[in-house]
């Protein structure tokens, strides 16, 4: 099986190398893709939408129909993993808790239906498989945290002029809550970002993009015409092309940042969104 | 002799994406360890992503962003910025479909307690 | 409004889903209605731009107000209009049909049920009606993406099924994806109507001036075929359709080979035209033995099955190689076939899974089980008999003309085994129902049947005491037999239809001078 | 670019495929992919496509890595092959 499959992928190697020889060789400049539309990019970006990153301008104004279902996808991937990991009903099964008492490190395991209050001062729940945390980790995760986001946020803002934009911006907030889980535990993630703010969070991302596109065509444009919103407000078609370009990317970022934490969540406790890593 | 060496250097990078996409797609037929699978999918998809950007790799151009100093008179000065943003989305569409392989695989080792796709079927079988 | 209308069939879809994700929290009662609420608008707008753009004329719609080669377009002409109709009729027949069994299978999750559906519709419209190449490719993902994840909840077998269809249909969009790649390097363009042009002007003389776009084509047919099911790529289509949860089933099977078929078409009449796609003999005769050998397979296995979806999941394996056969015969009569045949087959389909649904739901599905169903469920077995009797290819149903087109074109292309592999698939089909039909008409009720979850209650009768009283009607509520009805009687109406469908819809799209 | 220093990448790329399908256990293969989206995301970088390296390194390098990890944590490191 082994031998035959790897027979099969070098025979197919071979013919796609067959095929590569009317390929433009690396970096040629006169190439057909290098001729027929990126240059209509290049002109037209800055006078067209007042975005000096040609990337973000195609991305979110040009093809803006692809990355709202980018976008769609990503929701989708969430609400995927939801559908196929979460586990609800608990079918009865009594689970164990463990709870660990601060001063003296004895840990208490109990059955579901008994749990101490979270709020409790001297005793903290822990996981099944708690080890002892080292400080240092710890404090340096978080202390990390409002940093990556204040990145993050920069990112998102900066995306007309600089490399980022909603994508980048999202995934490292995510990343930031992901770090807080990784150091702590599952639970001060579910604190910070429950599972019903994330899912309403993705679903509002998802909405203000398409909703953005649905709004141009009360203002007289397609949809996605970020460009009819100018006369109204009183602004260069531009102008208003470039704000609307910020406006989709903030709601590419709220569902990314969503789905990715969501999705870590549902994967690192089983399902559960008790225990995680 | 020296023109075959000239049409190596052209399109060596092609033989490479392609060895890449056959490596993923080698992982994808004989393995048999479900997260092997996903890996291989992983690695076939960014060879794909890896040929398409080298589409929009231009000599001497610099990164897709306006610089005033420069200007737009000569597209030649830029990277093509359509294939960049094509595999912007292909590579978040290669996330989401891996984080649902994970969570179908996670799914499959809670029921069968393995995630070898023999021992899988032979488990089937033998119920 | 009417200039938005092709934007408007998805939009519905689109802010559906994301309501329906937040009415998870606020009001899930409202959410069933919702749903359908917005699986209704989309039907409506979409019967509305067939309409429109079978009595003005195509319309090509720019998203975001870009024109083609720099921005994305929907082109809406008869054929995809008429498609973007039956795809939405089918899934608002589908999911009226199947309230009751959304509600059982997914327990507490029934609104991520609701909105994934809700996507997988979006996405195979928007395959439908897209005028750009790479997003093909992003709509092929959000259909397949949630088709994965709804097929995985079923069975035992359900989950590594749904992982062995996650990794062919990823396999085939990547291939796609590559075969688009390919296109670009060479064209430097997306849109489907300017890729057609430079093409033309590239290699008038077809594939053979150029080997990088035959690689192109060749890669996006190998994508395309893997994503269908086609013969030796088929092994993931029965497993993932026939171990998951019903209703599941009755909406991806219809759609997604349909869907992908329809995409094979559109490649070949509006991105390559047919005289550059049937330019190399080699080629076609290979896609052509390997539908033949796709439907004798189909059609073989499809005897050797003891359970009705399992039997219709390798009818459908058959049924692909018809659509992929016709397309690649060369000629008018087998193109025209296969587009009447993609239509013609999402209704027989669907009809067919419906009834599956119900007598799934009433016996339990398997062979040994459906003892007598027609007395007890008679309305649903008169369904059955409609559909059945469409796929064997009886005169006034729709079945019949796409069979009669395709036998045409295989005799006009002298393709004798393709033409031998129709018959005898209908003569297989015809063998399969009626074996169907006996044990329907004349079998006794052997075994106490198992509903799908025993604990349950029944909402219809309690169908767990009445199996051995004899002339007890055990049909399914009105609810779940109108829409069945409906698709079994268009099955008739299509037929009729004929002259016109192939008229206003097939004639309009193929080129003038196809032979 | 340099073109020895692109061939050295593209290689080493490959040499991370390689390595990441062939290691014999899942976590290892899970680091590794990790370090062959990285360095996948240094040769597109040489390319000028920078929003498509620096989406490669988040979205690659960083979160499908811990994914990964995850699945692994909560499954089995174990692999025959």
């Known amino acids: ?277 | 002799m020296h023109e075959l060496l000239t049409e190596f250097a052209n399109k060596f990078h092609y033989y490479g994406y392609f060895a890449i996409m056959m490596i993923g797609l080698y992982a994808m037929i004989a393995k048999t360890n479900l997260l092997k699978k996903c890996i291989g999918l992983g690695i076939f998809q960014t060879a794909i992503m890896l040929f398409y950007v080298s589409i929009g790799a231009k000599e001497g151009a610099g990164i897709p962003i306006l610089d005033p100093a420069v200007g737009t008179a000569d597209p030649a000065a830029y990277a093509n910025p359509l294939p960049q943003v094509l595999m912007l989305t292909a590579i978040v569409v290669s996330v989401a479909t891996l984080g649902v392989a994970l969570a179908l695989v996670q799914n499959i080792h809670r029921d069968h307690g393995t995630i070898e796709e023999d021992e899988i079927l032979k488990g089937l079988r033998g119920k | ?515 | 670019m340099i073109l020895e220093i692109k061939i050295a990448m593209l290689v080493l790329v490959m040499v991370c495929a390689v390595a990441s399908i062939t290691i014999k256990d899942l976590l290892g293969a899970a680091v590794v992919f990790g370090t062959y989206s990285f360095m996948m995301c240094l040769l597109w970088t040489s390319m000028a496509a920078v929003d498509v390296a620096f989406t490669e390194a988040t979205i690659g390098a960083g979160i499908s890595t811990v994914l990964m990890i995850a699945a692994v944590f909560r499954t089995t490191r174990r692999t025959k092959d």
């Not at chain 1, 498989?129 to 204040?150: G, H, R, S």
């Not at chain 3, 024109?67 to 498609?83: E, F």
């Not at chain 3, 027989?348 to 339990?364: K, Q, S, V, W």
Request: hydrophobic residues 55%; proline residues 5%.
């Open chain 1, 1 to 277: 099986m082994k031998r035959l499959a790897l027979f099969a992928v070098i025979l197919a190697g071979v013919l796609f190398a067959a095929t590569a020889s009317e390929f433009p060789r690396l970096g040629d400049p006169d190439s057909a893709p290098s001729r027929h539309l990126s240059p209509a990019y290049i002109h037209g970006s800055k006078p067209q939408t007042a975005t000096p990153n040609f990337v973000t301008a195609v991305l979110a104004d040009y093809r803006g129909f692809d990355t709202m279902f980018e976008t769609a996808v990503v929701f989708l991937a969430g609400m995927s993993c939801f559908f196929i990991l979460r586990v609800l009903r608990r079918r009865g099964i009594a689970e164990v808790y463990y709870y660990r008492h601060r001063p003296t490190g004895v840990v208490l395991a109990m059955l579901t239906p008994r749990r101490i209050s979270p709020r409790s001062s001297c005793f903290e729940r822990i996981d099944a498989d708690w080890t002892p945390q080292d400080m240092v980790v710890e404090t340096m995760c978080l202390f990390m945290v409002p940093f990556i986001q204040v990145f993050a946020l920069y990112v998102i803002a900066h995306g007309h002029y600089s490399p980022g934009g909603g994508f980048q911006g999202g995934v490292l907030l995510a990343a930031s809550f992901i770090l807080v889980g990784l150091s702590r535990d599952l639970r001060t993630v579910e604190s910070l970002l429950t599972e019903k703010t994330a899912i309403l969070a993705a679903a509002a991302g998802v909405c203000l993009y398409a909703g953005t596109g649905l709004l141009a065509l009360f203002f007289g444009g397609n949809f996605l015409d970020y460009g009819a919103f100018g006369p109204f407000f009183g602004a260069a078609v531009p102008a208003a092309r470039s704000m609307g370009i910020l406006i989709v990317e903030i709601g590419v970022a709220l569902t990314v940042m969503a789905t990715l934490v969501t999705i870590y969540k549902l994967l690192s406790s089983r399902g559960t969104v008790e225990e995680g890593l």
């Open chain 3, 1 to 515: 409004m009417t200039a938005q209308l092709p934007i408007l069939t998805i939009a519905p879809l689109l802010f559906g889903a994301f309501a329906v994700t937040a009415g998870r929290f606020l009001y899930r009662r409202a959410n069933y209605a919702l749903a359908a609420l917005a699986l209704a608008a989309a039907f409506f707008a979409s019967v509305l731009l067939a309409v429109q753009t079978l009595t003005q004329g195509p319309a090509v719609y720019f998203l975001g107000g870009w024109p083609p080669p720099v921005g994305i377009s929907y082109v809406a002409d008869p054929l995809s209009a008429l498609m973007l109709a039956f795809v939405s009729g089918a899934a608002l027949a589908t999911f009226l049909a199947s309230k009751a069994e959304i509600e059982t299978s997914y327990p507490l999750k029934n609104s991520a049920f609701y909105a994934l559906f809700l996507l997988a519709v979006a996405g195979h419209m928007g395959i439908v009606i897209t005028g750009d190449a790479f997003n093909l490719y992003v709509l092929i993902e959000v259909a397949a993406l949630s088709g994965y994840a709804i097929l995985a909840q079923g069975r035992e077998r359900a989950m590594l099924a749904s992982l062995n269809y996650l990794f062919v249909g990823s396999l085939g969009a990547s291939l796609y994806l590559l075969g688009v790649g390919y296109l670009y390097i060479m064209t430097g363009s997306l849109n489907m109507a300017d890729l057609s042009g430079i093409i033309g002007q590239m290699i008038p003389g077809g594939l053979s001036g150029s080997t990088a776009l035959a690689a192109a084509w060749g890669v996006i047919l190998a994508g395309l075929l893997v994503k269908m099911g086609l013969f030796p790529f088929h092994s993931w289509l029965p497993a993932a359709y026939s171990f998951s949860a019903a209703p599941a089933a009755a909406l991806v099977a219809p759609l997604t080979t349909k869907v992908m078929a329809y995409v094979l078409v559109r490649m070949i009449i509006s991105l390559f035209t047919p005289d550059i796609a049937w330019s190399v003999p080699a080629m076609n005769t290979l896609a052509v033995v390997l539908a033949t050998a796709a439907i004798l397979y189909g059609s073989f296995c499809a005897l050797a099955q003891r359970s009705l979806r399992k039997m219709l999941c390798f009818i459908l394996l058959a049924e692909v190689g018809y659509m992929v056969g016709g397309a690649f015969l060369g000629n008018r009569a087998g193109l025209t076939g296969t587009i009447y045949h993609i239509f013609a087959d999402l209704l027989m389909t669907l009809c067919l899974f419906l009834a599956a649904a119900n007598i799934e739901r009433g016996t339990g599905g398997r062979f040994s089980d459906m003892g007598g169903f027609f007395r007890r469920m008679p309305v649903t077995g008169a369904a059955l008999v409609l559909g059945a009797a469409s796929m064997i290819g009886v005169p006034p149903f729709c079945g019949f003309f796409s069979k009669w087109y395709l036998l045409t074109g295989a005799v006009a292309a002298g393709s004798y085994a393709f033409a031998g592999a129709l018959v005898v698939s209908s003569l297989v089909n015809a063998v399969l129902f009626f074996r169907i039909f006996e044990i329907g008409f004349f079998g006794t009720a052997a075994s106490p049947a198992d509903p799908a979850d025993p604990a349950n209650p029944a909402e219809e009768t309690g169908h767990g005491h009445a199996e051995h009283v004899p002339f007890f009607r055990d049909e399914m509520s009105p609810v779940r037999l109108a829409p069945l009805c409906l698709v079994a009687l268009s099955l008739v109406v299509m037929g009729l239809m004929t002259g016109q469908i192939v008229r206003l819809v097939v004639d309009p799209i193929l080129p003038p001078g196809l032979g």
